[in-house]
Every structure is written in C-alpha cells, then in structure tokens.
C-alpha cells in the first residue's frame, strides 16, 4: 500500500517531453489513429457509462466496435438531468481523465495512476458485451497490470505519462472529426445532436463545449506534465 499511495521522484525533463512527442504521432497520423484511437473509445464510452451509473441509471452494457465506435446501454428516464449528463460525458471523459492523471502525476503520484486505471478498466470489462470490446480492454488493462507490477520506476513512468499525454491530446481530436461529419450532414445520432433532443439547446454549442473541454484539458494538463 504504501508503494501505491506512495510518490516516485520527478522524471527527467526530456523524458517528459519525448512522451508527449509519442503520444501527438500516435494521434495525428490517420494510420495510427485509426488504432491508437480505440484507447479514446474505452475511455468515451467508459465515461458515459460511469456517469450513467452515478446519475442513478441502470447500466445495461457497452459495446466497443473494431472501426473504433461504441455504444453504451442504460435505463432509466429518457430525459431529465440525468441523461443529459451521460450523454454529455462520452466527448469530454477523455480529456478529464487525461487532465486527473496530470494531476496525479504532477503530484508525483505515478503508481497509484497505474493501479486506478486498471481498477477502472477492470470495473468496465464486467460491462462489455461484446467480442472486440472485451478483447480490447484486456489487453489495455494487461498493459497497464503488466507495466506497474513488473518493471522498473522508470519504465512505468515513461508509460504513465505516454498515457496520459495521449489522452490529453487525443481527447482534442474526435470533437473535430464530429464537426467535419456535421459538415457532411452524416451524424444524426451522435452525442451533440442528442444532447439538442433533450435540451433543446443547438448541437453547434454542445460540440463548441466538447471543444471548449477538450482543449483546456490539454492546456491545463499540459502545464502541469511540463512543470510550468
């Protein structure tokens, strides 16, 4: 207990920044993303499942796709606070999360960051119900395991602020793609247009609020992973 409540010693300077060059190539180009940006689906459809749950919901399942989509299942009123909050966290959970691990990590806490993502990753796996999902969990939550049972201070520090590097920036990116197929008149269904059903507030302002998020998230934790 008192390895994981414990604090680590500060990284190198440049070790911080090399994490932050791996984690903006893992996210800008279509290549990699189209990998890389399944860790975004878990960490968006964990949110709207998270939230589902304290908001009062009954979490049914969630559902992670192999072209990176998800869907999360709950009951309960079809309207009201409550299903508004979880349709509003799937976009703005990636970046929250990044910023509460720069927290964490700018309080020197790089192991216990490592056993609350497994914790969260192992709560989700109950959740999946499908093939693809539970694999892709697993093996994000094997790496996670692996990595703060097995190697050395600075190999889980490296990977801890990887992590979170790219949450923080890869939470910036999928509010855009939202935008470029609002453009098209191809997202009907998705979290914006949602949220406008039940608030009647335009979908334009809730996708100016995933941004909004998104990048003052990578702004804030950005400071804080850099030390400034």
């Known amino acids: ?22 984690a903006l190539a893992a996210v800008v180009p279509h290549g990699l993303w189209r990998l890389s940006r399944n860790a975004v689906t878990i960490a968006h459809e964990g949110g709207h499942g998270l939230v589902a749950l304290l908001t009062g919901r009954r979490l049914d399942g969630i559902r992670l796709h192999s ?35 720069a927290a964490l990590l700018a309080a020197n806490h790089i192991t216990l960051l490592l056993w609350a993502v497994s914790a969260l990753l192992i709560a989700m796996l109950v959740m999946i119900r499908n093939a693809y999902g539970a694999l892709t969990v697993i093996v994000t939550g094997a790496a996670f395991v692996l990595i703060s049972w097995l190697t050395t201070p600075d190999v889980q520090s490296a990977f801890a602020y990887t992590a979170v590097w790219f949450l923080l920036i890869g939470g910036v990116r999928p509010a855009f793609e939202l935008q ?37 998230c990578l702004l804030g934790g950005g400071r804080w992973l850099l030390g400034l």
């Open 180 to 216: 470029a197929k609002r453009r098209r008149h191809n997202s009907g269904d998705s979290d914006a247009d949602q949220l406008a059903r039940l608030t009647h507030v335009p979908a334009t302002l809730w996708l100016l609020l995933f941004h909004v998020v998104s990048l003052c």
């Open 1 to 22: 207990m008192d390895r994981i409540f414990g604090t680590q010693p500060d990284p190198d300077q440049w070790l911080v920044i090399g994490t932050a060059a791996i």
């Open 67 to 101: 072209d990176t989509s998800g869907l999360t299942v709950s009951r309960g009123k079809p309207h009201g606070l409550g299903m508004i909050l979880t349709a509003a966290a799937g976009y703005t959970a990636p970046p929250l999360l990044g910023l509460g691990g």
